[in-house]
């Protein structure tokens, strides 16, 4: 199994909601189009900080969501990687994420996990 995950940042100027609401109900589409058959899960996570227990006080967070997208394995990721990076494909991302994102602020990353059992 393979796992990237991305932190991103809505564009300056746009609240929370409106930004889940564009991402939910058009980007989101983009990335299933061109995802499908070769990701098993596309998942984001909305960023909400949690204000100090001690002061109370609340403060902008540095990335509003953390988007998952999981790979059965390695040929399926680079697959997915060789279709959004398609000429049609890849400008039809990278224009709707004009709308969305501050892309200087996005990171991506792949991910090894452990976990403890409780």
Not at 31 to 58: M, N, Q, W
Not at 63 to 78: C, F, K, S
Request: glycine share 4%; net charge negative; hydrophobic share 35%.
């Amino acid at each position: 199994m393979i796992k990237t995950v991305n932190l991103l940042k809505r564009k300056r100027g746009m609240s929370m909601e409106e930004f889940i609401e564009h991402y939910e109900s058009t980007h989101r589409r983009i990335g299933e189009k061109y995802l499908k058959g070769h990701a098993c899960h596309y998942i984001r996570r909305y960023l909400f900080p949690v204000p100090d227990p001690a002061t109370g006080e609340s403060y902008e967070a540095e990335y509003d969501v953390l988007l998952e997208i999981w790979y059965p394995n390695e040929a399926a990721y680079q697959n997915a990687m060789a279709a959004i990076n398609a000429p049609e494909a890849a400008a039809e991302i990278s224009a709707d994420e004009a709308n969305l994102f501050d892309r200087s602020s996005m990171r991506s990353f792949h991910v090894r996990e452990f976990e403890s059992d409780m």
